[in-house]
């Protein structure tokens, strides 16, 4: 029995590293026709070309890896059923169940090290990735939250700002609200907010306190002052959740909460994926195996189809729920976890039909 486990078990991790180095060069070679313009009209260095896809090779990995190991595993298991080597180990006495373990072993294999990547590889990988995109690819691309900018500054503190230029860290029409409880103490008002790296300067400044019965009102034309807040943390870049590693990024969360930031779901997606997408390895390595143990009268071909057509729709549930997270109400735990639960169903009964 140890022979079948060692054998479909590395039969199950080649054919996942044979898929990975057969689609990932294709994937360079894709990304670099687009992008070859835009680098040689920048004279971009060969270094800072070499570090991008050395990132975009983790990038694209950790992106796309369960698409991958569903195709491989159907191509390989298609093969052993072809071959009838799937009906000579279960005529030998071997229970659907135990052909399924050297899978289930793989499987654990390549979640473990997905989460590796997840945690610790890929935000570092997207790091690099997404800066040289945007220092390179993409100058003029707006990668900062710049208008209508509300933010919960500590517990007493909120601030707007209408618009703000991350270049020369100016804001415009700039509101600062403290309150004690519920009720607001006092208001600051200025038409101009300019960070000055130890003081922040506002332009045509209002204070206005509210007393029992009467307010009291400063005004002056241009006032320093020092507030808890930094602009570069006010306005994080779009993809700042997808280059922090676990720890970081649970503490950043907390962090946007707390400012009363409008893009938690976002960033909440990015935290849940780390988890889920280790347990969809489990779920797509059971739907490959239960479609493609069953020697077809098309082959191989019937069940590569299936797998794709398979893998696509999980790909667009995963991104189409990722999306309604980030911009709506929508709740970010079951967006991303939705797609596993309907799969994990399609996996329990395409399992119990194939192990009959």
Known sequence: MKILDWYILKRYLFTFLMMLLLFIPIGITVNLAEKIDKILEQEVPFGAVAQYYLDFTIYFANLLYPIFLFISVIWFTSKLANNTEIVAFLSSGVSFWRFLRPYMIGATIIAGLALIMGLYLAPNASKGFNEFKYKYLKKNAQITQTTNIYRQINDNDYIYVSSFNPVTKRGSNFTLEHFEGNKMTYKITATSIVDQDSTYRLINYTKRVFGADNDIIETSRRKDMEFEFDTDDLTPEEYIAETLQYGDLIKFIEKEKGRGSS??????????????????????????????????????????????????????????????????????????????????ILAAYLLFNAKR
């Open 263 to 344: 893009n938690i779901g976002r960033y909440e997606v990015v935290k849940y994926k780390k988890w889920s997408l280790p347990v969809s390895v489990f779920i797509l390595t059971i739907i490959a195996v239960s479609v493609s143990s069953i020697k077809r009268r098309g082959g191989m071909g019937i069940n590569l189809a299936f797998g794709i057509t398979v893998a696509m729709i999980f790909v667009f549930f995963d991104k189409v729920f990722g999306v309604m997270a980030a911009q709506s109400s929508f709740s970010p735990i079951v967006a991303v976890w939705l797609p596993n639960v309907v799969f994990g």
